[in-house]
């Protein structure tokens, strides 16, 4: 369902997802399935689209899991300096529409806003410092600290007794369905889906959850 409103006065902890819900996913798509195949097409004699298929078909065995979102895991594995190659292409690095605009809005709001993000905090600096989104959070936390993924129980559980926040006035944002699942099995009171984590790709279809395109829906 999409949705056109939210209940702001019931609600006192906005948890934001940062890839694909405030920023253009646009860059780890193209980070992920153009630029690592070329470079590390580079250092194994490999034709560009060989590398491109096998890495396809590495990242969906590893979907979900903490070391697929690990730069240290394939920088190991892949024998490549992760962090520096997202550096060469940092320029890609964007915001979705009126992401800086809700930000505001929040604080406007008095909303206590935490950052969790799925994405290495290596990776995560490199796009803080590029969007300047940093000063808007009250908190920032990657699931590398909890040594586990948002898909995961414990992900919650721990950010739950790190910061605590009541479950039925927190309302969540992120592209992920199996993500917002988790979050769902934790009691999360509020959940919204974004259709179009990729602004050069079209949006999804409504899933299971409450959904916006943009932020501009929610802001009116
Ligand atoms: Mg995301």
């Known amino acids: 369902m999409k ?10 902890t906005v948890l934001l997802d940062l890839d694909g819900t405030l920023l253009d996913l646009h860059f780890d798509n193209y980070f992920w399935m153009t630029h690592v195949p070329k470079r590390w097409a580079e250092i194994t ?10 890495l396809l078909k590495t990242y969906e065995d590893m979907r979900g899991t903490l070391d697929w979102y690990c730069l240290d895991y394939w920088s190991d594995r892949l024998q490549l300096d992760i962090v520096a190659l997202k550096r060469e292409v ?15 809005f929040l604080q406007g709001q008095n909303k206590e806003v935490i950052l969790v993000t799925n994405g290495h905090r290596d990776g995560m600096d490199l796009k803080l410092a590029k969007t300047g989104i ?3 959070f009250d908190k920032i936390v990657s699931s590398h600290d909890y040594r ?3 898909e995961q129980q414990l992900f919650w559980q721990r ?6 926040f009541d479950n039925s006035r927190a309302l969540f944002l ?7 699942r988790s979050a769902q099995i934790f009691g999360i009171g509020h ?22 395109e943009h932020f501009a829906e929610i802001l009116n």
């Open 90 to 104: 940092l320029e890609k690095v964007g915001l979705r529409p009126d992401a800086d605009r809700f930000l505001r």
């Open 174 to 180: 992120d592209d992920n369905q199996s993500v917002l």
């Open 45 to 54: 004699n490999g034709t560009e689209e060989e590398c491109r298929t096998y």
């Open 191 to 212: 959940l919204v889906q974004i259709l179009q984590p990729d602004l050069q790709q079209p949006s999804h279809e409504v899933g299971d959850f409450p959904a916006i």
């Open 3 to 12: 949705i056109t409103s939210l209940d702001w006065v019931n609600l006192d």
């Open 159 to 164: 950010l739950k007794e790190e910061h605590a």
């Open 134 to 136: 940093t000063g808007h």
């Open 148 to 150: 586990a993924p948002k």
